[in-house]
């Protein structure tokens, strides 16, 4: 049987490489730059499938010039945000995702960010580092306890609950905020709050876990800055679209949140540089899933999904 022909946008792990050479006849973007719309137009006149990464953008633009050749987007992601889904579904193409094998991965960096924030990891760090070190006090670097304290997660699907159970290996008190409310088993015992604002006012430490879609954007504004409790600390792993920056500088500036963690900014990659001239906030180039196990499963789950679709099968992420 011909094999399918498979464009792969961006350089996954090589065991993902392997099956998807062993499998497809694959085309692999070895500069490992992310695909243009001009890349992902032309390639759907070439590919039966493409295995893309948030990098590549399936705008509405974009996805009414495809070639009818395409038939599946095999997202190398969770998070969907970088297609069009509506448009994508008018043009009959399948868009799968890579749900629950990323969860760990983000809910440790999750950690990382919060407990790196909390307790002063990039001032601490750039200290020792460029020798400046000179003396020691109890009134040096003194950061906000961890252990014991509430936590408010918003969005308590897969990663938020994988995040919530590593913050009870720390004691936390956790706090939720969800469209729906989780059943017992898996809620474990986190307490409920039917709106975002109640579980600002109790969110000493605030972590996002939530897709980016038009009813989040901007879901950090002022306002709900306002809303937590002084000397908060926030941390995203979740989308860049999902906080307001300005907003967040600004409740920095009042000293309102004391520090924060963030993976995920406006502008990819780049960042904001105005958030590089805070020593309390904690930031890394969106690599929360970037975890060898992680980044393996991710490509295997991609394939499986499309191995389920050329078989003529739902494929188990199908969106
Ligand atoms: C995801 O899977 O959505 C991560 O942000 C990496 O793309």
């Not at 600002?200 to 989040?216: I, Q, R």
């Not at 500088?249 to 009042?254: C, F, K, N, Q, S």
Request: aromatic share 6%.
């Amino acid at each position: 049987m011909t094999k399918k022909r498979l464009w792969i946008t961006r350089r996954l792990s090589d065991a993902t490489l392997e099956r998807a050479a062993r499998d497809y006849e694959v085309v692999i973007n070895h500069d490992d730059t992310p695909g243009t719309a001009e890349d992902i137009i032309a390639a759907s006149a070439e590919f039966d499938a493409i295995i893309p990464c948030h990098s590549e953008h399936f705008s509405a633009d974009v996805v009414a010039q495809l070639d009818p050749r395409l038939k599946i987007l095999a997202n190398h992601s969770v998070g969907v945000d970088h297609c069009d889904l509506p448009a994508l579904a008018a043009r009959g193409i399948t868009v799968t995702n890579t749900p629950d094998v990323l969860s760990d991965a983000t809910a440790e960096l999750a950690m990382l960010l919060m407990l790196g924030a909390a307790r002063h990891a990039v001032a601490g760090d750039r200290l020792v580092r460029t020798g400046g070190w000179d003396s020691w006090s109890p009134a040096f670097m003194v950061g906000k306890q961890v252990t014991g304290a509430r936590v408010g997660i918003i969005g308590m699907g897969r990663v938020g609950r994988s995040f919530a159970a590593k913050a009870r290996g720390f004691d936390m008190d956790v706090h939720y905020y969800n469209r729906s409310e989780l059943s017992a088993d898996l809620a474990q015992g986190a307490t409920y709050h039917s709106t975002i604002e109640s579980l600002l006012g109790v969110a000493d430490f605030l972590s996002l876990h939530c897709p980016a879609t038009p009813e989040t954007t901007d879901l950090m504004n002022s306002e709900r800055f306002a809303m937590l409790p002084p000397g908060a600390v926030v941390v995203n792993t979740a989308r860049g679209a999902l906080i307001d920056e300005d907003a967040l500088m600004a409740a920095l500036d009042r000293g309102h949140v004391v520090a924060a963690g963030l993976d995920c900014f406006k502008v990819e990659p780049g960042g904001n540089p105005a958030l590089s001239l805070y020593d309390n906030v904690f930031m890394l180039p969106h690599i929360g899933s970037a975890t060898r196990t992680t980044r393996d499963a991710m490509g295997f789950r991609a394939l499986d999904n499309l191995d389920a679709f050329f078989a003529g099968q739902t494929p188990q992420d199908q969106l």
